[in-house]
């Protein structure tokens, strides 16, 4: 994927959506930094005040098996969402996407745009399949995933809310 830019109507304002290069931590990390502690809960399924330098280079890695697009809203210079998506090592044809959006941005578009993006980026790949786990209780990221993905299987695990669909 190139960068992609369009005028989001709700902030008025146009947002970039490029690749994340290959060990940019520090554009994992200020995005961590715009979370708040409950953005960062149901992100991280558990409560999360820092990342490890091992989290930080894990999210800040791609290459063929994991791909990532961060998005950032003109007028400021921090990212303003990431989603991620890893293949599966058994299954080539399958990943695990999973997607952060700053505080400042939830509710605007953000998220939806950069899933929607990194979906027809896992097309093009080769992907089939996407899984993504989200806390039973983050509704918006629930709602979100129900009206992007295509034939999706739900299944509740307690806290935790696995969406398997196909990927068109």
Known sequence: MHA????????GRVVIVRPLANGDTETVAALFD???????ESRYHAAKPRLTSRELDQLARVGPDSHAVV?????DPLPAG??????????????ELAFE???AYQG??????LVELLLADARAAG???????????NRPA????????????????????????TVA
């Open 34 to 40: 715009r979370m708040s502690p409950a953005s960062r």
């Open 127 to 137: 992907i089939r399949r996407v899984d993504a786990w989200v806390q039973t209780s």
């Open 108 to 113: 605007h578009g953000i998220g939806k745009a």
């Open 4 to 11: 992609h830019a369009f005028h989001n109507r709700t902030l």
């Open 71 to 75: 998005a950032y809203v003109d007028g």
């Open 82 to 95: 990431m989603a991620r998506l890893v293949r599966d090592a058994d299954d080539r044809t399958a990943g």
């Open 101 to 103: 959006v700053a505080d």
């Open 142 to 165: 629930l709602g979100l995933l129900r009206r992007v993905l295509d034939r999706v299987t739900v299944r509740v695990e307690g806290a935790e809310t696995l969406f398997v669909a």
